[in-house]
């Protein structure tokens, strides 16, 4: 069958709901084999989607979309949500610009009904939307569908505590793969493992249900008559059960590849009238070898080759660059710790989780834990180094202002994904971190330009600091040309690359290559600009910025962040030299790669050429 004859069987949407399960069964393999083929071309989440293909089917088959409505926690796992509402045929744009977004999106569809990309959100969005409908007189399902590895988010243990005080029936799908992105850890995990793992329930809850299912004509009218006693067989097997503690319904675990089972349940249990959890056993990467193999490394991927699923590209990024200069630092330094919430693989701690496991730490998806516990390690003389991406460290804001900055202890804040990250999306983009950083007292801000800047800086942060400091880096490669301009590095200083007469443009980061590219093309258009590496963000060095504009009376500001609270805002304020601004405008960013969106907000290298020669020198 080909990938259009499964487009075509699903519309309308409704010819679902008349499918029988074979029928249903034979549709899961053929959007897992579309799964593989699509996102080998394009890119994407893979393995969290494979592994929740029946589920999501089972979902569509019981329940009523879009009148019900459906939260995904976090998202990734949204792609088969998407083919089944109509989207299949719109995958081959997944991902970029103007394509459909990799997460849920409310304005895509009428099916998508709140944006998703972060973590551990769900249960609260999903409690306060069915509240919200109960005060209308609407009795529509409501639906969270969240991972183990988003359970461990602090916010979901407290809107199920708000949610099992009273009976608004929510449905909180637990899809249990032993993941989040890498496998998870804590009590939690555990808990769940606990569960997932005794075969002496699962036999009993089995030789139960079989012996009552023999009785004549009231055998399964007992059978389910008795939650009680299935709930009192739970406790002596388990012990105490944390979401019944909370005050939900709690039925599983559940086989999350036996559709006809998952039917079943979902159509047995929509209406009870009490929060419910139902626990569905998933696996990462299901019907594809090399995903179910390594589920991390297909969780979020570039292209590969479907045959061995060998990635098409492969080149070392600032994360890796970062990894393997804060091992170096380890060796030497036993006081350095690492930290990480669920990202040791995506933030290069990988090696150094390998070999100092006493001296790193995972806390799951956890931000605002992890910035507390860094404040803690560091009261303790201890060197914490919290690798985390500037998205999800927003996440820990609070515990920045008063927990790290207001007490002056000495945390380092690796920020990764710094800037437009690209094919993600809103969610993702790392475009308020300078602004939110260099408001905090006692921060210093670090921005390199190449794997060089970044090892000097996170020895400085970690050796010659007492103090919070973060360094900002973007998701991509350092710029060889940048690398043959660098000069030798001086702590607090800011490098001057190219000299110039006219005009100076002053970059951070990854804009630095951009500015590179607009020196070039305006050397052509006889005007000789200046290019400074600014390299620290706070304190900025007043002394070679100050210089270069006194020189060149002109100036542009060039940041891979929103403009608002930026370096442009600070820079405006202590220089009467005309500024021209080169940033995120006021908006989010859309999902696109990043030289598009570059292009598209007029940050790339030729589009800043033009307007310094359209502002300065007509």
Same mark, same amino acid.
């Given at each position: 069958?080909?990938?259009?004859?499964?487009?075509?069987?699903?519309?309308?949407?409704?010819?679902?709901?008349?499918?029988?399960?074979?029928?249903?069964?034979?549709?899961?393999?053929?959007?897992?084999?579309?799964?593989?083929?699509?996102?080998?071309?394009?890119?994407?989440?893979?393995?969290?989607?494979?592994?929740?293909?029946?589920?999501?089917?089972?979902?569509?088959?019981?329940?009523?979309?879009?009148?019900?409505?459906?939260?995904?926690?976090?998202?990734?796992?949204?792609?088969?949500?998407?083919?089944?509402?109509?989207?299949?045929?719109?995958?081959?744009?997944?991902?970029?610009?103007?394509?459909?977004?990799?997460?849920?999106?409310?304005?895509?569809?009428?099916?998508?009904?709140?944006?998703?990309?972060?973590?551990?959100?769900?249960?609260?969005?999903?409690?306060?939307?069915?509240?919200?409908?109960?005060?209308?007189?609407?009795?529509?399902?409501?639906?969270?569908?969240?991972?183990?590895?988003?359970?461990?988010?602090?916010?979901?243990?407290?809107?199920?505590?708000?949610?099992?005080?009273?009976?608004?029936?929510?449905?909180?799908?637990?899809?249990?793969?032993?993941?989040?992105?890498?496998?998870?850890?804590?009590?939690?995990?555990?808990?769940?493992?606990?569960?997932?793992?005794?075969?002496?329930?699962?036999?009993?809850?089995?030789?139960?249900?079989?012996?009552?299912?023999?009785?004549?004509?009231?055998?399964?009218?007992?059978?389910?008559?008795?939650?009680?006693?299935?709930?009192?067989?739970?406790?002596?097997?388990?012990?105490?059960?944390?979401?019944?503690?909370?005050?939900?319904?709690?039925?599983?675990?559940?086989?999350?590849?036996?559709?006809?089972?998952?039917?079943?349940?979902?159509?047995?249990?929509?209406?009870?009238?009490?929060?419910?959890?139902?626990?569905?056993?998933?696996?990462?990467?299901?019907?594809?070898?090399?995903?179910?193999?390594?589920?991390?490394?297909?969780?979020?991927?570039?292209?590969?080759?479907?045959?061995?699923?060998?990635?098409?590209?492969?080149?070392?990024?600032? *994360?890796?660059?970062?990894?393997?200069?804060?091992?170096?630092?380890?060796?030497?330094?036993?006081?350095?710790?690492?930290?990480?919430?669920?990202?040791?693989?995506?933030?290069?701690?990988?090696?150094?989780?390998?070999?100092?496991?006493?001296?790193?730490?995972?806390?799951?998806?956890?931000?605002?834990?992890?910035?507390?516990? *860094?404040?803690?390690?560091?009261?303790?003389?201890?060197?914490?180094?919290?690798?985390?991406?500037?998205?999800?460290?927003?996440?820990?804001?609070?515990?920045?202002?008063?927990?790290?900055?207001?007490?002056?202890?000495?945390?380092?804040?690796?920020?990764?994904?710094?800037?437009?990250?690209?094919?993600?999306?809103?969610?993702?983009?790392?475009?308020?971190?300078?602004?939110?950083?260099? *408001?905090?007292?006692?921060?210093?801000?670090?921005?390199?330009?190449?794997?060089?800047?970044?090892?000097?800086?996170?020895?400085?942060?970690?050796?010659?600091?007492?103090?919070?400091?973060?360094?900002?880096?973007?998701?991509?490669?350092?710029?060889?040309?940048?690398?043959?301009?660098?000069?030798?590095?001086?702590?607090?200083?800011?490098?001057?690359?190219?000299?110039?007469?006219?005009?100076?443009?002053?970059?951070?980061?990854?804009?630095?290559?951009?500015?590179?590219?607009?020196?070039?093309?305006?050397?052509?258009?006889?005007?000789?600009?200046?290019?400074?590496?600014?390299?620290?963000?706070?304190?900025?060095?007043?002394?070679?910025?100050?210089?270069?504009?006194?020189?060149?009376?002109?100036?542009?500001?060039?940041?891979?962040?929103?403009?608002?609270?930026?370096?442009?805002?600070?820079?405006?304020?202590?220089?009467?030299?005309?500024?021209?601004?080169?940033?995120?405008?006021?908006?989010?960013?859309?999902?696109?790669?990043?030289?598009?969106?570059?292009?598209?907000?007029?940050?790339?290298?030729?589009?800043?050429?033009?307007?310094?020669?359209?502002?300065?020198?007509?």
């Amino acid at each position: 069958m080909t990938h259009q004859a499964l487009f075509d069987k699903l519309n309308p949407y409704e010819n679902i709901k008349k499918m029988p399960i074979s029928e249903l069964e034979t549709l899961c393999s053929e959007i897992r084999s579309f799964l593989i083929d699509s996102i080998a071309e394009t890119g994407g989440h893979l393995a969290s989607n494979l592994g929740a293909v029946e589920l999501t089917v089972a979902l569509h088959k019981v329940f009523s979309f879009p009148e019900d409505k459906l939260i995904f926690d976090v998202g990734h796992q949204s792609y088969v949500h998407k083919i089944l509402t109509g989207r299949g045929q719109d995958f081959k744009r997944l991902r970029k610009l103007g394509g459909i977004s990799g997460f849920p999106k409310v304005t895509e569809s009428e099916f998508d009904t709140f944006h998703s990309g972060h973590s551990s959100n769900s249960i609260s969005v999903a409690l306060g939307l069915k509240r919200g409908l109960e005060q209308q007189g609407d009795d529509s399902h409501v639906i969270a569908m969240i991972g183990d590895g988003a359970l461990t988010g602090g916010m979901a243990i407290e809107a199920m505590n708000d949610a099992g005080r009273e009976k608004n029936n929510i449905i909180v799908v637990l899809n249990d793969n032993e993941m989040s992105i890498s496998e998870n850890v804590g009590s939690i995990a555990r808990h769940l493992a606990k569960k997932r793992t005794s075969p002496i329930y699962l036999r009993t809850k089995d030789g139960v249900s079989a012996f009552f299912s023999k009785i004549p004509w009231i055998g399964k009218g007992l059978y389910k008559g008795i939650s009680g006693l299935k709930a009192a067989l739970r406790s002596m097997i388990f012990g105490d059960n944390i979401f019944e503690e909370l005050g939900f319904y709690y039925a599983g675990p559940f086989d999350g590849h036996n559709l006809k089972n998952l039917c079943k349940v979902f159509e047995r249990l929509k209406n009870l009238d009490k929060p419910i959890v139902i626990h569905v056993i998933t696996k990462k990467g299901k019907g594809y070898l090399p995903a179910e193999e390594r589920p991390d490394l297909f969780h979020g991927v570039k292209g590969f080759d479907v045959q061995t699923g060998i990635p098409t590209t492969s080149e070392k990024n600032f *994360s890796a660059a970062f990894g393997e200069a804060l091992l170096e630092l380890g060796e030497t330094n036993k006081k350095i710790v690492a930290i990480t919430a669920a990202m040791p693989d995506g933030t290069g701690l990988t090696q150094f989780q390998k070999q100092y496991p006493d001296r790193y730490y995972d806390v799951a998806i956890a931000e605002a834990h992890g910035a507390g516990l *860094s404040a803690g390690l560091a009261i303790s003389g201890m060197v914490p180094v919290f690798a985390v991406y500037s998205s999800f460290l927003q996440r820990a804001y609070d515990q920045l202002v008063t927990d790290v900055c207001g007490m002056n202890l000495h945390c380092v804040f690796a920020v990764d994904r710094a800037g437009i990250v690209g094919e993600d999306g809103e969610t993702h983009q790392g475009i308020f971190d300078i602004s939110y950083l260099t *408001s905090m007292p006692n921060m210093t801000v670090f921005s390199p330009a190449t794997y060089n800047d970044l090892r000097f800086m996170l020895q400085e942060a970690t050796q010659e600091y007492h103090s919070p400091c973060a360094i900002r880096y973007h998701k991509g490669c350092e710029s060889r040309e940048i690398c043959e301009l660098e000069k030798p590095y001086e702590k607090g200083k800011a490098q001057v690359l190219v000299e110039g007469r006219h005009v100076s443009i002053l970059c951070e980061g990854t804009m630095v290559e951009e500015g590179l590219k607009a020196t070039k093309l305006l050397a052509e258009w006889g005007v000789s600009a200046e290019l400074v590496n600014l390299r620290y963000l706070k304190p900025l060095d007043w002394e070679t910025i100050g210089n270069s504009l006194m020189k060149t009376k002109r100036g542009v500001v060039m940041e891979n962040a929103c403009q608002n609270g930026g370096i442009y805002s600070m820079l405006t304020g202590a220089t009467t030299v005309p500024l021209l601004s080169v940033s995120v405008p006021d908006c989010y960013v859309p999902h696109g790669k990043v030289e598009e969106l570059f292009k598209m907000y007029h940050m790339d290298g030729e589009s800043v050429a033009k307007r310094i020669v359209e502002e300065f020198f007509r």
